[in-house]
């Protein structure tokens, strides 16, 4: 069974990185077999994807965010992480990992529950 679990700092001060990661059981991270998404949902707003690791080991990041986002496999311990760089008060959301999501329709095959991120001094 796929399991997708987020973990991180739920306060991130202004202008620091915000970083989260995302341990993967049931699955592997390393193969190519899979994309790996991150998706954020705002207080109010709706879904938004961060960023993703395709299938192919390229990234792609949304337009808005892509000079301060980086995410990254970590093979040695089975996660991705989300790095987030100067943070501020519009990056709080609850974030999420997620597997082979179609952007058009934010539908993903696997899910974590979520972890809330509040960007605050």
């Known amino acids: 069974q796929v399991q997708l679990q987020e973990s991180g700092p739920g306060l991130v001060e202004p202008s620091q990185t915000l970083s989260l990661a995302c341990a993967a059981s049931?699955?592997?991270?390393?193969?190519?077999?899979?994309?790996w998404f991150w998706i954020r949902q705002p207080p109010g707003k709706g879904l938004e994807w961060v960023g993703y690791i395709a299938k192919s080991g390229n990234t792609y990041y949304r337009p808005t965010l892509k000079s301060r986002t980086s995410i990254f496999k970590d093979a040695s311990n089975g996660q991705f992480t989300l790095q987030l760089s100067s943070a501020t008060p519009e990056d709080t959301a609850k974030y999420y990992c997620a597997r082979d999501c179609t952007i058009a329709s934010m539908t993903c095959d696997y899910w974590g529950p979520g972890t809330q991120v509040t960007v605050s001094s």
């Open positions: 049931g699955v592997s991270i390393t193969t190519n077999d899979y994309a």
